[in-house]
């Protein structure tokens, strides 16, 4: 029977602006499969059969045939950073398949430097001391060999280093003698002198001064552009960025203004740019919910990769010696969360190591009690990454009530590592334990945190099933999950993460007309090809903004026009 809403195009007089028919309809709720559904005003009025959706057709309404392509609702990413995404494209790519060593690196930066303005800086994204052939860190010398007349800037892939030549050193006066910062490293040689190696914020802004190393408008605005070009392109319809400041959210604005945000964006203010922030008017108006402040960014330890992220028991293979550390001291983040708290924001808490989960809890726990309720409407705060998450501390987060967005690319792009060389096998085998978490019952997400690993959800929902690593190994296989939960860590759930589930997630009446036709259904292909299901088109409010062209179903333009 066709479910539509109680003042719905079968009443005669307000028709569906579209139907969409003969397909495989996923809806992601609790009724059977479709194959139709009905459009009007941006949103779903209708889902049925062929016959009852056609059935509420007018003479103005835009038929599509899909042709038994599947359809999903579309794809909420819950963790990226698109400025900083769409900014390393403009970049030299330092990434492990354009660079597989240091000297093919060091050409491509030294090709860089030529061809720049005189005194502008060379910047590189994506280097990974793990995966290069030299297993190492950059070096001065190494950056040396490009350039000492100019700047030269390589930021580790993680986001969590940056790598900078000795013109840089000078320049801000860094030497033996400067202390590392709290919260921060200056990776030294065995003499004490500064290797140009600089991790977490804290250290990193000691070279780096955020201000100076922000695009201007111009360049901040296209790179936001690339970005949200990428998402569309792999069905992404809505997606949270994990750290924005002021100049983020103008940018966003100004997009916004010229009708060139398409996709729905939920921001979350960096802790630093709150003082006098107000996130009730920092994105204006926006009555179809494309720009919203969903609450504030933490990061209170580093990456598990660089041997920073703030672990209870010493990293594998540093010999018993350390377990990283804080980037925010304890206090200080009781401190914060309780004002966020207070406030009735949601917080964010980058959580890599187990003992920054503690104490991202203890947090948590504390400011609940000092005001005696949660946060309003049900909403949940929630921990990022959570690559180290034990079971007691999955039943203290359900007992808290305290939601998880999972890094779960880390299975594949660094779960042989962490394996046999950070973490060791018990500790290794078991990051992003997603079996456990969704057993619990704990409100959850699936993540890409790009521009760490591509967004590509597909991707990143196969790995959650599979826990296949680059070297083809299962990581943990009791930790896989099945097809059905990982595609709601995308869509149900990750709407449900941020009390969203009312406008987005699903394909029901009532809901956002957003949603993704695929070539594939990952709910009932082989496991090990969900990853390789191609995005032809992507809707946003039954507008077109992805078409794969000629292979896609005839759709909307991407004016929104009917074709």
Known sequence: MVDCLAAGADAGTSRPDLICLGGVVQTMTDADTVTAFAVRDGRFVAVGSDTEIAALAGPGTARVDLAGRTVLPGFIETHL????????EADVDAG???????????????????????????????????????????????????????????????????YVNSFVLRAKGIDRDTPDPEGGVIVRDANGAPTGEFRELPAMRLVVDPDEA????????????????????????????MFVTPVMIDSYRRLQAAGELALRGRLYVGFGALDGFDPATATGESSDDTLTVGGVKLISDGSIQL???????????????????????????????????????????????????????DAIEKAVAATGAGLPGGLQHRLEHVQTLREDQIRRMSELGVAASVFVNHVYYWGD??????LGPDRGSRISPLASITAAGLRFALHCDSPVTPVHPLFTIGTA??????????????????????VSGYTTAAARLVGEDDV??????????????????PLSCEPSAIGDVAVLTTVVGGRVVFSAGSVAPEFASAEGEVR
């Open 504 to 521: 987005k997630g699903a394909i029901a009446p009532g809901l956002f007309a957003d949603f993704v036709v695929l070539d594939g259904d």
């Open 81 to 88: 950073h698109p400025h900083m995404s769409g900014n390393a």
């Open 417 to 422: 590592r962490h394996r046999d060389r950070f």
């Open 465 to 486: 099933v599979n826990r296949v690593t680059r070297s083809g190994d299962v990581l943990g296989p009791e930790q896989r999950i099945d097809a059905a939960t990982a």
């Open 96 to 162: 492990v398949t354009a660079c597989p060593d240091i000297d093919a690196l060091v050409a491509a930066l030294t090709v860089r430097a030529a061809g720049a303005v005189p005194g502008h800086a060379v910047l590189a994204a994506g280097f990974d001391d793990t995966l290069v052939a030299d297993d190492r860190g950059l070096t001065v010398a190494d950056l040396d060999r490009a350039d000492t007349t100019r700047p030269i800037f390589v930021r580790h892939l993680s986001g969590h280093a940056v």
């Open 307 to 361: 041997h920073t992220g703030a672990l209870s028991e010493p990293y594998h293979d540093l010999d018993g010696c350390h377990c990283g550390e804080m980037a925010i001291p304890s206090g200080d983040l009781d401190e914060m969360v309780a004002q966020c708290h207070a406030a009735g924001l949601q917080v964010a808490v980058h959580t890599n190591g187990d003992h920054a989960i503690d104490l991202a809890l």
């Open 214 to 241: 922000m695009p201007g408008a111009d360049d901040l605005d296209a790179s936001l552009r690339r970005s949200l070009a990428r998402m569309a392109a792999v069905g992404v319809t809505s997606f949270h960025d």
